[in-house]
T-cell receptor
């Protein structure tokens, strides 16, 4: 199946700093990428939908200025957590689709962010 | 009421048991149903993908959809310790968003 690579898998940062997480589709072109957040023993919460070359669409309650999403190419989307705080600590997961079928999402391995 | 309800478990079974995982949903517009498996600290991986009511089988896994009852199930036969993971149901309708259940944590004991 299609492979989605996410990097870094684990990051620890100080409060107030910014962290960038990359999501790459390795063997296919992803017209749409999604960013999720997952708390322990909770389901995936969709944060935003990212289409190549256009602005991301954020879900209600997700701060656009805190979670900057860029989808510069068909194989790369980035999530930048700006001025991170301890409450931003979470597991962030990206997924990608070719666009032919919304449900056939391919997920990255996830990135665990810990803000001290 | 959540659109998709899933018992979080945890569910513990002995090796070789038949496992039944379930989700109920409220939105009758949902057309496509998926089951994902997620190992600890990893991203979800797609297990089963079904459209419309009925059964779909893939090896030891069987996905069942009952649209009239708004109920979907995943059965695992001859469960193995390697099946220990969190199982998430997910569903969507054309043009809509993918909605996940909370996930059921499964532990298969040797």
């Amino acid at each position: 199946g299609a492979v989605v690579s996410q990097h870094p898998s684990w990051v620890i940062c100080k409060s107030g700093t910014s962290v960038k997480i990359e999501c790459r589709s390795l063997d296919f072109q992803a017209t749409t990428m999604f960013w999720y957040r997952q708390f322990p023993k909770q389901s995936l919460m969709l944060m935003a939908t990212s289409n190549e070359g256009s602005k991301a669409t954020y879900e209600q309650g997700v701060e656009k200025d805190k979670f900057l999403i860029n989808h510069a190419s068909l194989t790369l989307s980035t999530l930048t957590v700006t001025s991170a705080h301890p409450e931003d600590s979470s597991f962030y997961i990206c997924s990608a689709t070719t666009g032919t079928n919304t449900g056939e999402l391919f997920f990255g391995e996830g990135s665990r962010l810990t803000v001290l | 009421q959540k659109e998709v309800e899933q018992d979080p478990g945890p569910l513990s079974v002995p090796e070789g048991a038949i496992v039944s995982l379930n989700c109920t949903y409220s939105n009758s517009a949902f057309q496509y149903f998926m089951w994902y498996r997620q190992y600890s600290r990893k991203g979800p991986e797609l297990l089963m993908y079904t459209y419309s009511s009925g059964n779909k089988e893939d090896g030891r896994f069987t996905a069942q959809v009952d649209k009239s009852s708004k109920y979907i199930s995943l059965f695992i036969r001859d469960s193995q310790p390697s099946d220990s993971a969190t199982y998430l149901c997910a569903m969507y309708y054309q043009g809509g968003k993918l909605i996940f259940g909370q996930g059921t944590e499964l532990s298969v004991k040797p």
